[in-house]
């Protein structure tokens, strides 16, 4: 009773979906009468992004991501506050450090410099969640599209793919691979059009 499927995976070469035995078996199920999603890929920047079994084969329903804008937003407002926090701190340990200092001249030059260090961090800090704020909506340039090898535009459609919290698969290499992004032990949140893919196919189901 299988109506849908969701292929979060990629081939390893880029060939033709006419000889390529990832896209053959994703058809046979196709003309099956099951509907086949695919992810299309995190090679955006790459010079043949779309070339890969299955997310390059006409039949199935290729899948690229964007940034939610509410998704966006909620990240940028934590990422600003956690900026604040840390320049907080930083000031106060910057204060500290220039009291120590007995020569007053010296004094004065270290805190010149540490006013310096922290307006750049906080430019950096203003950058980076602003940058976050206008890509809301948008698909991120690491997100595979163009042009299939057989002349083939991809990806047909666009789900949500950045920031997304997922169910942790058990004994998941990502569970010391990538420690930040575990949420509570049983979680993870990511971005990629596997993010992206399954949410499309549970639209379609």
Not at 103 to 125: G, H, M
Not at 179 to 199: D, M
Request: some cysteine.
């Amino acid at each position: 009773n299988i109506r849908v499927i969701n292929l979060s995976l990629t081939s390893d070469s880029a060939q033709s979906y006419e000889t390529d035995p990832l896209d053959a078996a994703v058809e046979a199920a196709w003309f099956d009468g099951i509907t086949v999603v695919a992810a299309a890929g995190n090679d955006g920047l790459s010079a043949d992004p779309v070339d890969f079994a299955p997310a390059n084969d006409p039949f199935v329903i290729t899948v690229g991501a964007v940034g939610d804008a509410q998704t966006i937003q909620h990240v940028a407002q934590s990422q600003q506050q956690e900026n604040q926090a840390s320049e907080q701190a930083l000031a106060g340990q910057n204060a500290a450090a220039e009291q120590a200092i007995s020569d007053p001249q010296q004094r004065k030059d270290q805190q010149q410099t540490d006013q310096q260090n922290l307006a750049a961090t906080e430019q950096t800090d203003h950058q980076q969640v602003q940058g976050l704020q206008q890509s809301a909506g948008l698909p991120p340039p690491w997100s595979s599209a163009g042009t299939t090898q057989d002349g083939f535009t991809k990806p047909e459609v666009y789900g949500p793919g950045r920031f997304i919290t997922a169910a942790l698969a058990p004994g998941s290499a990502y569970a010391t691979a990538c420690g930040p992004c575990i949420v509570g032990g049983q979680y993870i949140t990511a971005s990629g059009t596997s993010l992206a893919a399954p949410i499309v196919a549970g639209a379609a189901a």
